[in-house]
Every structure is written in structure tokens, then in C-alpha cells.
């Protein structure tokens, strides 16, 4: 029986891994650091891990034999807990970014593509089956930059407006990562997997606002004014990394893969399928 780890079980993608292995009746086990808060279905095993205390994650992957790794935790403990991972694992599917892909919005230096490399040159040289995902832009992450303008009243401040994305709806991500898990012929693929549409930022805002039937005013924001006014919702890091990739992207159409279909064979999911799934998180 293959028994599959999913370590970041209770994030956005980690969580719909988890909820698709459980409804195909696979055998998961979801990494928490928290399990009493981490609300699974009676019928998943749930087993408190951290990444950066190493010796927690043996008893989390004893009798397992596939990993789906998320990594968000701190740099300085990948060393160790990646050596664990790979001394039990037979197979890993790992969460990573488009690093490789010559379009704009992903080759603009920055830490997480060095992390992300890293984590890949551990797994490659490991000797183990791996496949790595790189999703581009997460259809969620309106949750984080708009849901809370939109909730609290009728304008949206933000960056690059006219920077086009091809958002990805979390359940495709899964999807893929899924069949990566389960079948036995993608061994070495690095899935490079988008939305269907090439989609500017504005465009994304106007279809929650339609999808939720309100009329919302959308100002752009200065890159300074960004990095002073983002600070509520993210680090620095983060607020750099993302300017400098809509500046570079702004003027050309977003990187469009047809990878989930071809995958997964269904439909991938429109950003509007995405926030009709999630109006309630848009409104008061
Ligand atoms: N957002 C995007 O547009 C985008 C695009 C491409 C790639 N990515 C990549 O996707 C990954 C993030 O995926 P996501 O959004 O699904 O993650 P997420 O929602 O931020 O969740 C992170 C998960 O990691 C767990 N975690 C954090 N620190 C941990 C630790 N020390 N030990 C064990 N577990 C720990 C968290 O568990 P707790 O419940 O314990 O906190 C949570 O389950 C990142 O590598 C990011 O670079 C993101």
C-alpha cells in the first residue's frame, strides 16, 4: 500500500491534496504542528510534525512511502529535515515555482528561487522518484491582497494593474500533485501549471466584484506607496519580489500551460470558477 505523507497538510494547496487522497480512499497522513486546530476528517491521520525540530518528522514518515512536500518554513532547517525526508521516502512530489520558465514574471532574482533550488538539488540527488510542481500565480492570493479592501468597503488600492497573471485555482494544483502521488509515470516531470486565461489584475478584481454583484472603484497603486500600504498583509521580501515581478511582466500576455488538462484530462478551473467558489470570502 503506498502511504502518503502530506507535510503543509493544512495550507491552500496542501489541504485540497489531502482532501482529494481521501476521497479517492488513499492511505494520508497529514503533518500538523498543530493537529487539535488542523479540522481533517475523522479518517485522516493526523500526526504532529515540525520541520525545523527534525527529530519530530521520524515518527510522522515511519511506514510511509510518498511525500508531498510544501516547504514555507524557515531556510535554515531544510539540511536536516530534507535528509529525513529522503532516508524514508521512496517517491516525493515537491510544491515549487515556474523558476525555469523564460517569462518575466518568474526570472526576476530572488530568495525563493534559491530556496526552491535547493530544496530540488536535495531531492534530484537523493536518488528517490520526484516530481516537481511549478504553479504560477495562486488563484488564492486574492484572499490575502483583495479580500480584506473588498469586505471593508468599495475600492481597491493596488500595484501594476494592468500586470496580466494566469491564476491557478489551488484544486488544480492539487489535482496534479495528486495523480504525481499516485501514479507511477511522472517520475522526473516538472509540471509547469497555470490557469487558462491570461488575466491582468484588474481584470481578476473585476471578476470578483462581478461575481459577488458589486461595483468596485480600482485605483493603482505606486510602487512606494505599495511597499509602505502591503506591509498590513505581508513582509518586505514578499512586497519586492512581487513588484519587481509585475513590472517585468506588464506589457505582455501571462505564461499559459495546458499541463492540468493534460495531466489531469479535465478542464482546468477559470479564476471565475475560482472566486464563485469563494464569494463568501469577498463579502461583509
Ligand atoms: N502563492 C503563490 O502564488 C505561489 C506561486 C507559486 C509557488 N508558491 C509556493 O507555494 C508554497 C506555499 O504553498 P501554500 O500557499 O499551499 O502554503 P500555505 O497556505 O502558506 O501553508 C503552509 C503550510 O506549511 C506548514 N508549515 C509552515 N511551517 C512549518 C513547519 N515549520 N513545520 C511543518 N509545517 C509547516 C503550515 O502549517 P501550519 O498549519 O502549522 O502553519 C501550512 O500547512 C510556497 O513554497 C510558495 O513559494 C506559491
Not at 508531498?68 to 525526508?85: G, H, K, Q, Y
Not at 521516502?89 to 515549487?96: D, G, K, P, T
Not at 475600492?155 to 488544480?172: G, K, S
Request: overall charge neutral; proline content about 8%; charged content about 20%.
Amino acid at each position: 500500500m503506498n502511504r502518503i505523507l502530506v507535510i503543509g497538510a493544512t495550507g491552500t494547496v496542501g489541504r485540497e491534496v489531502v482532501s482529494q487522497l481521501h476521497g479517492r480512499g488513499a492511505e494520508v497522513r497529514a503533518l500538523a504542528r498543530n493537529p487539535d486546530a488542523a479540522h481533517f476528517p475523522a479518517q485522516v491521520e493526523v500526526m504532529r510534525g515540525d520541520l525545523t525540530r527534525p527529530e519530530t518528522l521520524d515518527p510522522c514518515l515511519d511506514g510511509i512511502e510518498t511525500v508531498f512536500l510544501v516547504w514555507t518554513a524557515p531556510p535554515a532547517a531544510v539540511s536536516a529535515a530534507l535528509e529525513r525526508i529522503v532516508r524514508h521516502a521512496r517517491r516525493i512530489v515537491f510544491l515549487s515555482s515556474p523558476r525555469k520558465t523564460p517569462h518575466p514574471l518568474f526570472q526576476q532574482p530572488n530568495p525563493l528561487r534559491e530556496l526552491h533550488a535547493r530544496i530540488e538539488r536535495l531531492i534530484e540527488d537523493s536518488g528517490r522518484e520526484w516530481t516537481i510542481l511549478r504553479p504560477g500565480m495562486f488563484a488564492a492570493n486574492a484572499l490575502t491582497w483583495w479580500a480584506p479592501q473588498i469586505r471593508a468597503g468599495d475600492v481597491v488600492r493596488w500595484p501594476y494593474l494592468a500586470a496580466p497573471t494566469a491564476p491557478i485555482h489551488e484544486r488544480d494544483i492539487a489535482a496534479v500533485g495528486v495523480r504525481a502521488l499516485c501514479e507511477d509515470h511522472h517520475g522526473g516531470a516538472e509540471y509547469v501549471l497555470t490557469g487558462p486565461q491570461s488575466l491582468t489584475q484588474a481584470e481578476q478584481v473585476a471578476t470578483i466584484a462581478s461575481v459577488i454583484g458589486r461595483s468596485l472603484r480600482i485605483e493603482e497603486m505606486s510602487p512606494d506607496e505599495s511597499r509602505r500600504e502591503l506591509l498590513a498583509i505581508m513582509p518586505m521580501p514578499a512586497i519586492n519580489m512581487l513588484l519587481n515581478a509585475w513590472a517585468a511582466a506588464t506589457g505582455q500576455p501571462a505564461w499559459v500551460t495546458s499541463t492540468v488538462a493534460e495531466v489531469t484530462g479535465a478542464r482546468p478551473r477559470t479564476f471565475h470558477d475560482w472566486a464563485t467558489g469563494h464569494a463568501a470570502d469577498f463579502r461583509a
